[in-house]
């Protein structure tokens, strides 16, 4: 809730620091659904910041736990669809948001399935 008032407001990039700590945390615990709730938070902030040579090291160096959620799992691929798509890299960006659209929900998120 924290990160969509900040997103909200235009300050989610000052929050950046502290999701970094709670990966860092979560991955040292093996915390899997904190830590892939983490790594989305980071890499939405890196991407709405238009900051992606970072959001591409970040996604080269992190990784979503096996055991994370379906959402989560949706946002990762749409955000690293979103990464590819802005270097360049059409066929794996492809591929990532064609994942995020077969993991979505069917009856639900008409939204993003409209913005993908």
Request: aromatic fraction near 6%; charge should be positive; charged fraction near 20%.
């Amino acid at each position: 809730m924290h990160a969509a008032a900040a997103e909200k407001a235009g300050t989610l990039r000052t929050l950046r620091p502290h999701h970094l700590h709670v990966y860092r945390t979560a991955s040292l615990r093996r915390d899997g659904a904190t830590q892939a709730t983490a790594a989305v938070l980071v890499l939405r902030s890196m991407v709405l910041g238009r900051e992606l040579t970072l959001a591409g090291n970040f996604m080269q160096l992190a990784s979503l736990p096996a055991d994370a959620s379906n959402a989560q799992a949706v946002r990762w691929n749409y955000l690293k669809g979103r990464v590819q798509a802005a270097r360049l890299d059409y066929s794996d960006a492809l591929q990532s948001l064609q994942l995020a659209l077969r993991r979505a929900p069917t009856g639900t998120a008409s939204g993003f399935k409209r913005s993908c």
